[in-house]
């Protein structure tokens, strides 16, 4: 049966569905939502809990650990890790990736309430969770600044006004402020005021809280009308608090005034933002994982304007970060590069065709066959992003092989004077299995990847379907439309060509392949060390996970020693900006301080665009490190930030290494001897590990005895400290827009010293003022300032970056035989955890794949040609490609990653290819009564044009992604280079060995007395005079 019969003899019907295929193409390329990568974020939920004064291991014991013991039981949590530090805790959930993030928040909200009962009565605020992934960085930070408003009054606009509808945004998961509290009423006791009046720090908290009610009263009622119940009951100002009676002496009111300095300010003032240099408030907005990044900032930028005019109008706001041009101008790039790639492939087939008609069949193929699989993309709900358009250019060098395959015979049957009609029919009947086999065998490949689990699976699975789709079009197209257009538009004259075996490269190959099957040891010498030197090159070539890209933007994260104040803190802040924004490669930078952690400061770079700037991102980062080691006390880890980023630890920088023991105690003691001994690897640079137990402490010694003597409880040391120390949030403010605390502490002289324990009152049951001094002895020790936790037990993760030249395998490597020579007890566990740990899996995957494809592809040929042996013949072409792909990217010093690896995988469908046209011809051949050596002599040398053209155009279509430049070319130049490094080499090399490959397997078959099927004739080399057909 000849399938394409139907469409020649239906010119008009095949031209309008060929048409509608385009037309329909068109549409859903303009329709397909844009996006870095395929959707491979696992399903993360950050859960937070605050009280406000509580120490990390206080924090840990009391609020992480129920938590975690709730959250642990939820179904689909992969990965658990908590980090409790000053009055705060955050415990980063991530889920399996099939896990609906909705049904997640649902389970993680029911585990919240289950813990409730168990946490402490003293907390603010019920814990509070956001789907989002703290690790990731941010998609957009927005400024706010101004020359007439407080600090306070910007965040309390952002918080009242900007926060609530950010956060609506579809793909928006988060939205923090950095740089700044809500305004508060905060109360700054003198305690030698407090103690000439006899008071206590309670009686001032007591009367806070009942000088601000705001109660239900409830209503009157007549028969005609009611009348509700109002008071003045609740506080407002500072004056309001001020004048608030704490009990009468001497026959006079005692205020709080007395005894207190009121005055509204912020609600933390341990805070600090900057921005390009001045004062700011900043909004750090974090994506919903698995929302599109740049339809959620387009959608937020929509939203800026009218933003802008319900702020104040003397405050500005600014988008000073954004993580969208760099991912545009990368999609702008490899689009140049697909179009590029046509260009290319329909040149190089005019160029051998040497006919305009001629080489406008194929070169309709290229377009209709791409258009087709972007309209496969709209309906699988695809997305245009790097991977899939990268699957896009370089199907472009191979969607044009079966027209050429299928045109080229045409044209042979036209050269030896067949009638075009006739010509058509037969050439497209004779070339349909050899075109079906082609197609079929490439799409076999990338079987395992659509069947794969994991990140890879899900990263690749739109690469691998883009291509499947591509070929199968491909296939549908040369089947269809080519015989149509070669029966319209082929000369109908007989033509008149020169004998192909007159042709200098036929000739010439004629004879060199006659001398190698005098030689056929020469070649099976080859054969055998291409497939050990792609063992060697394997273990050799450096390994790496995803190419590292140049987004433009850097994440740093200053670390200043642990006994560090604020102050401390804020000043090193203002200077390492200051030397940052100074970089003539960087556009802008922000950064904050304050919260959680007194010691540690975020900061944001975004660099000029890359045409602008003369060092890449990694340069840069080099080159401000060298500046700021110089700085005293404090050090700032940099990170490039990824498109891909896996895991839900936050570190300093890019990979991490995990410790875990069943006991702090063991945690301790091998903290340090692993912390020293990768300090000393040279592969690793950057390194900063989460647990730090070296901050200073005031630690109050309370005797027992006396502390009941006097009349006194622990609790009542607990709650003066509180009140005096902690920033105390004793009462709320509900105003209509937003509700504000009201803050006790000590005066800000009072907290500068530990001295100040010593002026300290107690008021015990018989209402005395008790010194702190009479029960107790302040001793300075050691303390932690967080406290990590991973899967429930202590945990130190340990962040580190690549030294120059050094690839993540080789550090991996060295770690792990780092990690062995410590003899870390079985209580003590250590592993790679976020991107290192999938690199891990990926280095154990990748021999699989490349086993799970080539017997895959095996099995397709054993069947499409009922063959145990022809399918090894066409396999033998493959090692020449590994070797060609991995000497390429050893030359240009290039990591086999991931996406070399893909690279690799698409080689092994398409250099089969050549093996599967000299392959057909042969068996023709041979069962006409040649033998084996006459017949694929003769089918090598038919099927030397299609060959060449088709080789040339795949490459061609590979070059613009391995010469790539501009914006994400990192990302393109592993695929491209590898493709083309493994045509080339395999081009040269197929073209011999095949041959041999199939005259030995034939003689093997005839040696085995027909076990395989029936003997191959016997020849003579010497007398191969076989002609071309």
Sequence with gaps: MNLSAVFIDRPVATTLLSVGVAIAGVLSFALLPVAPLPQVEYPAISVQASMPGASPETMAATVATPLERALGSIAGVNEMTSTSSQGSTRISLQFDLERDINGAARDVQAAINLAQPLLPSGMPSRPSYRKVNPAESPMLIIALTSTQFSRADMVDVASTVLVQRLSQVDGVGQVTIGGGALPAVRVA??????????????????????????????????????????????????????????????NRAVRVQDVAQVSEAMQDVR?????????????????????????????????????????????????????????????????????????????????????????????????????????????????????????????????????????????????????????????????GFTVVAISVSLVAVFIPILFMGGVLGRLFHEFAVVMTAAVLMSLLVSLTTTPMMCAKWLPAEPMAVTPRRRQPMVRWYRRSLAWTLRHQWLMWLVLLATVLLNVSLYRAIPKGFFPQQDTGRINGYIRADQSSSFQAMQQRLHS???????????????????NSQRNAAQMFMTLKPRNERDASADEVVKRLRAKLSKEPGARLFMTPVQDLRIGARAGGSQFEYTIKADELAQLREWEPKIRRALAKLKELEDINNDYEDRGLQTSIVIDRDALARLGLTMRDVDATLANAYSQRQVSTIYNPLNQYRVVLELGSSYLQNPSSLDQLNVINSRGQAVPLRSFAQVVMTGAALSVSHDAGVPSDTFSFSLAPGVSLSQATEAIHDTVAQLHLPVSVRGGFAGTANAFEKSLKTQPLLLLAALLTLYLVLGVLYESLLHPLTILSSLPSAGVGALLTLTWFDMEFSVI????????????????????????????????????????????????????VAAMLGAIPLAWAYGVGAEMRQPLGLSVLGGLL?????????????????????????????????????????????
């Design 189 to 250: 006791v003198q305690p030698d005021r407090l103690s000439a009046y006899g008071l206590s720090l309670e009686q001032v908290r007591q009367t806070l809280v009942a000088g601000n009610a705001h109660r239900p009263k409830g209503m009157l009622e007549d028969a005609q009308q009611a009348w509700q119940i109002e008071a003045n009951d609740q506080a407002y100002t500072p004056a309001d608090f001020a004048g608030l009676v704490i009990r009468y002496q001497n």
């Design 900 to 951: 070399a690896m893909i690279g690799v995988i698409l080689l092994i469908g398409i250099v089969k290819k050549n093996a599967i046209l000299m392959i057909d011809v042969a068996l023709q051949t041979q069962r006409r009564g040649r033998s084996a050596a006459q017949s694929i002599f003769m089918a090598a040398q038919s099927r030397l044009r299609p060959i060449l053209m088709t080789t």
């Design 271 to 431: 805070t600090d933002g900057i921005s390009q240099g001045k004062p700011a408030v900043l909004l750090v907005l974090y994506q919903q994982p698995g929302a599109n990044v740049i339809q959620a900032v387009d959608a937020v930028r929509r939203l800026l304007p009218s933003l802008q005019k319900d702020v104040p109008s003397g405050m500005a706001m600014e988008v000073v970060s954004d993580r969208t041009p760099t991912i545009r101008g990368s999609l702008a790039e490899i689009q140049k590069s697909l179009a590029m790639s046509m260009g290319l492939v329909i040149l190089v087939v005019a160029l051998f065709l040497r006919r305009w008609r001629t080489a406008l069949i194929p070169a309709v193929a290229v377009p209709l066959s791409l258009a087709g699989t972007c309209a496969v993309m709209y309906l699988f709900n695809f997305s245009l992003n790097n991977l899939s358009l990268m699957a896009l250019t370089i199907a472009t060098g191979f969607v044009v092989d079966d027209a050429i395959v299928v045109l080229e015979h045409i044209t042979r049957l036209r050269e030896r004077g067949m009638p075009l009609h006739q010509a058509v029919r037969q050439g497209s009947r004779d070339i």
């Design 576 to 594: 390492m900006l200051a030397i940052v924004q100074a970089d003539p490669a960087v556009l802008n930078v922000t950064g904050f301080t304050g």
């Design 985 to 1029: 080499l395999s081009q040269l090399l197929t073209l011999y060995t095949t041959p041999i490959v199939f005259v030995g397997l034939e003689h093997a078959k005839a040696w085995t007395g027909g076990l395989f099927g029936r003997g191959a004739r016997r020849h003579n080399p010497s007398t191969m005079n076989g002609t071309v057909a």
